[in-house]
C-alpha cells in the first residue's frame, strides 16, 4: 500500500510539474506575441495581456468549485487527467492565433477547463494516509514550483530557436505526455461517501455548506491571504527594483530576482517537506507568516538592489514553505470523499487571490510601495497570530 501511494504520488508530481512548466512557457514573451497578433503598441499589448489574465481568473473562479464538485461524485483521477488534457487543447489554440482576441479565448478556456493545481492537490490528498499528507503535498508543489521557475527560461530559449508558435507548439504537448502518464502510473480513486458524509437514512450530506466550518473556513482564509498578498509583491518587485537601480538595468535585477525567488521557493518547499511532521502545522503557519511579515518589514529600509533581492528570496522560501501546510490545514478539515470539492473552493478562492493581488499592487503604487509592503508586514504578522488564537491543529 505504501510503495503504491509512493508511486502515485511521484506521477502526480511529474504531471503537475510539467504541466505547471508548460503554462510558463510564455511568460517572457506573451506581450511580445500580442505585438506580432497585431497590438498597437506596448501599452495595447499589455491591456490584451490584462483582459487575458482577467477573463482567465474569473473563469478559474466559475470552474474551479463546480469541477471540485464533480471530482467527489466521479473520481479525483479522471479530473486530474480532464485538466491536463484541456491545458494542451487550450494551449494549442493560442499557437495557431491570428488576433489578440484569440489569446483571451484561449486563456479563457484554460480557466474553464483545465486547473491542474487543485486537482493534483486533490488527488494526492486521497491517494496517501492522512498521516503523509504534508510530506506528499510538499513533493507535489515542491515539482509545481521548479516547473513554474524552469517554464519561463526553457520558453524563451526556444522562442528564439523555433519561434513564438514553435515554443506554444512545444509547451502544449507536455500536459498531455504528462496525462499519458499519470493514465498509466496512478491507481483509480474511490468516491464513496465516508461515514462522517452520510446523515440519517443513509442519505449523502453533500452541500458546499455542510463543508464550510470554522475550521475549514480559516485554512481557506490563510489560503486567500498568503496567495493574494504574495502575488502583490511579486507585481510590485520590479517597479520597486527598477526605482533602487534606474530602468536601464532594472530588467535584469527583476531577471536575477524571480529566478533565486523560484529557487528559494523550492527550497522552501523542500525544507517543509523534510522538518514539518504531523502536529507542527500550526507551529509552520505561524512562523511562516510572521517570518513573511518581518520580511515585508525590511523591503521599505533597503536602499539596494541586494538586499532587495535577497529579502524577496527569503520571503519566496517561506511563502513556498506555506503552500503544502495550507494544503493539508485544507485537507484535514474535508472528508475524504469531499476533498474535491474542498480543493475546488480553494482554487475559486486562488483565482480571487489572484485578481485582488495585482488591484492592491497598483493602488499602493498610486500612494506609497513602502506604505504598502509596511502594511503587508503587519497584515502578516497579524495572520500569524490569527492562526495562533483561532486555527486548530488537526489530528492526522
Same mark, same amino acid.
Given at each position: *500500500? /505504501?510503495?503504491?501511494?509512493?508511486?502515485?504520488?511521484?506521477?502526480i508530481?511529474?504531471?503537475?510539474?510539467? +504541466?505547471?512548466?508548460?503554462?510558463?512557457?510564455?511568460?517572457?514573451?506573451?506581450?511580445?506575441?500580442?505585438?506580432?497578433?497585431?497590438?498597437t503598441?506596448?501599452?495595447? &499589448?499589455?491591456?490584451?495581456?490584462?483582459?487575458?489574465?482577467?477573463?482567465?481568473?474569473?473563469?478559474?473562479?466559475?470552474?474551479?468549485?463546480?469541477?471540485?464538485?464533480?471530482?467527489?461524485?466521479? @473520481?479525483?483521477?479522471? =479530473?486530474?487527467?480532464? +485538466?491536463?488534457?484541456?491545458?494542451?487543447?487550450?494551449?494549442?489554440?493560442?499557437?495557431?492565433a491570428?488576433?489578440?482576441?484569440?489569446? !483571451?479565448?484561449?486563456?479563457?478556456?484554460?480557466?474553464?477547463?483545465?486547473?491542474?493545481?487543485?486537482?493534483?492537490?486533490?488527488?494526492?490528498?486521497?491517494?496517501?494516509?492522512?498521516?503523509?499528507?504534508?510530506?506528499?503535498?510538499?513533493?507535489?508543489?515542491?515539482?509545481?514550483?521548479?516547473?513554474?521557475?524552469?517554464?519561463?527560461?526553457? @520558453?524563451?530559449?526556444? +522562442?528564439?530557436?523555433?519561434?513564438?508558435?514553435?515554443?506554444?507548439?512545444?509547451?502544449?504537448?507536455?500536459?498531455?505526455?504528462?496525462?499519458?502518464?499519470?493514465?498509466?502510473?496512478v491507481p483509480?480513486?474511490t468516491?464513496? &461517501?465516508?461515514? /462522517?458524509?452520510?446523515? /440519517?437514512?443513509?442519505?449523502?450530506?453533500?452541500?458546499?455548506r455542510?463543508?464550510?466550518?470554522?475550521?475549514?473556513?480559516?485554512?481557506?482564509?490563510?489560503?486567500?491571504?498568503s496567495?493574494?498578498?504574495?502575488?502583490?509583491?511579486?507585481?510590485?518587485?520590479?517597479?520597486?527594483?527598477?526605482?533602487?537601480?534606474g530602468?536601464?538595468?532594472?530588467?535584469?535585477?527583476?531577471?536575477?530576482?524571480?529566478?533565486?525567488?523560484?529557487? +528559494?521557493?523550492?527550497?522552501?518547499?523542500?525544507?517543509?517537506?523534510?522538518?514539518?511532521?504531523?502536529?507542527?502545522?500550526?507551529?509552520?503557519?505561524?512562523?511562516?507568516?510572521?517570518? !513573511?511579515g518581518?520580511?515585508?518589514?525590511?523591503?521599505?529600509?533597503?536602499?539596494?538592489a541586494?538586499?532587495?533581492?535577497?529579502?524577496?528570496?527569503?520571503?519566496? =522560501?517561506?511563502?513556498?514553505?506555506?503552500?503544502?501546510?495550507?494544503?493539508?490545514?485544507?485537507?484535514?478539515?474535508?472528508?475524504?470523499?469531499?476533498?474535491?470539492? $474542498?480543493?475546488?473552493?480553494?482554487?475559486? *478562492?486562488?483565482?480571487? &487571490?489572484?485578481?485582488?493581488?495585482?488591484?492592491? &499592487?497598483?493602488?499602493?503604487?498610486?500612494?506609497?510601495?513602502?506604505? @504598502?509592503? $509596511?502594511?503587508l508586514?503587519?497584515?502578516?504578522?497579524?495572520?500569524?497570530?490569527?492562526?495562533?488564537?483561532?486555527?486548530?491543529?488537526p489530528?492526522?
Amino acid at each position: *500500500m /505504501e510503495a503504491r501511494a509512493t508511486r502515485a504520488v511521484f506521477a502526480i508530481a511529474v504531471g503537475s510539474g510539467l +504541466a505547471s512548466l508548460s503554462m510558463n512557457f510564455w511568460i517572457p514573451f506573451v506581450p511580445l506575441y500580442m505585438k506580432q497578433l497585431g497590438a498597437t503598441s506596448d501599452a495595447n &499589448a499589455l491591456f490584451w495581456v490584462g483582459v487575458a489574465a482577467g477573463a482567465q481568473g474569473v473563469a478559474r473562479l466559475v470552474a474551479g468549485p463546480v469541477w471540485g464538485i464533480l471530482s467527489d461524485r466521479y @473520481g479525483r483521477k479522471s =479530473m486530474f487527467l480532464r +485538466a491536463l488534457y484541456s491545458g494542451s487543447f487550450t494551449m494549442a489554440i493560442a499557437a495557431f492565433a491570428t488576433q489578440p482576441w484569440h489569446i !483571451v479565448a484561449a486563456f479563457t478556456m484554460q480557466g474553464l477547463f483545465s486547473g491542474f493545481n487543485p486537482a493534483a492537490t486533490a488527488l494526492t490528498s486521497v491517494s496517501v494516509p492522512d498521516r503523509r499528507l504534508n510530506s506528499s503535498l510538499s513533493v507535489v508543489t515542491g515539482a509545481q514550483f521548479l516547473g513554474s521557475t524552469l517554464g519561463p527560461a526553457i @520558453g524563451a530559449v526556444l +522562442a528564439v530557436a523555433v519561434g513564438y508558435r514553435g515554443a506554444i507548439i512545444g509547451g502544449a504537448m507536455l500536459p498531455a505526455i504528462a496525462g499519458v502518464y499519470a493514465t498509466i502510473a496512478v491507481p483509480r480513486d474511490t468516491t464513496g &461517501a465516508s461515514p /462522517e458524509t452520510v446523515g /440519517e437514512g443513509g442519505s449523502r450530506s453533500g452541500s458546499i455548506r455542510s463543508l464550510l466550518t470554522l475550521q475549514f473556513s480559516l485554512a481557506l482564509a490563510v489560503w486567500f491571504f498568503s496567495l493574494a498578498f504574495g502575488q502583490l509583491l511579486r507585481i510590485a518587485a520590479p517597479i520597486a527594483l527598477e526605482r533602487i537601480v534606474g530602468p536601464a538595468q532594472a530588467t535584469a535585477a527583476s531577471g536575477v530576482a524571480f529566478t533565486l525567488a523560484g529557487l +528559494a521557493g523550492v527550497g522552501g518547499v523542500v525544507v517543509a517537506q523534510r522538518l514539518v511532521r504531523p502536529g507542527r502545522l500550526q507551529y509552520t503557519l505561524i512562523v511562516t507568516s510572521v517570518g !513573511v511579515g518581518l520580511g515585508h518589514l525590511v523591503l521599505p529600509l533597503v536602499a539596494n538592489a541586494t538586499t532587495f533581492i535577497a529579502a524577496f528570496a527569503v520571503i519566496a =522560501m517561506l511563502q513556498a514553505a506555506m503552500v503544502p501546510a495550507t494544503n493539508t490545514l485544507i485537507a484535514a478539515n474535508a472528508p475524504r470523499d469531499r476533498r474535491g470539492t $474542498a480543493f475546488g473552493l480553494a482554487s475559486g *478562492m486562488q483565482a480571487v &487571490a489572484f485578481m485582488v493581488g495585482p488591484i492592491t &499592487a497598483a493602488g499602493f503604487a498610486v500612494v506609497s510601495l513602502n506604505l @504598502g509592503f $509596511a502594511v503587508l508586514g503587519v497584515l502578516f504578522v497579524a495572520l500569524g497570530v490569527m492562526i495562533r488564537v483561532g486555527v486548530r491543529e488537526p489530528d492526522l
